[in-house]
């Protein structure tokens, strides 16, 4: 099916910035694919989608700050994550529209 496999998480402060990686075992042309997280003693949502084509859509909360992007040839999705908030701190999961999961990534906003 092809597996998902995130990177990038950490620690970061309050009005900084985080990178995450979503990596692919196979191709993701055409594939919508997204970003969700799932903060402490919440449900998992959905915090930012891109399509084949590149169409986007984002939580309300992370528009502006938050940009999702990907790169067909790396079969790699982006989340760049700006001005991060408290309420950031989750672990943030990438997903196919092929149905799978990746494991993943810790991000702890704290100053």
Avoid at 33 to 39: D, G, K, L, N
Avoid at 40 to 45: A, C, D, F, T
Avoid at 65 to 77: E, Y
């Amino acid at each position: 099916q092809g597996e998902l496999a995130e990177s990038g998480g950490g620690l970061v402060q309050p009005g900084g910035s985080l990178r995450l990686s979503c990596a692919a075992s196979r191709t993701i042309y055409g594939y919508y694919m997204t970003w969700h997280r799932q903060a402490p003693g919440k449900e998992r949502e959905l915090v930012a989608g891109i399509t084949g084509g590149g169409r986007t859509n984002y939580l309300d909360s992370v528009k502006g700050r938050f940009t999702i992007s990907r790169d067909n040839a790396k079969n790699t999705i982006y989340l760049q994550m700006n001005s991060v908030k408290y309420e950031g701190t989750a672990v943030y999961y990438c997903k196919s529209a092929w149905g799978s999961w990746g494991q993943g990534t810790q991000v702890t906003v704290s100053s």
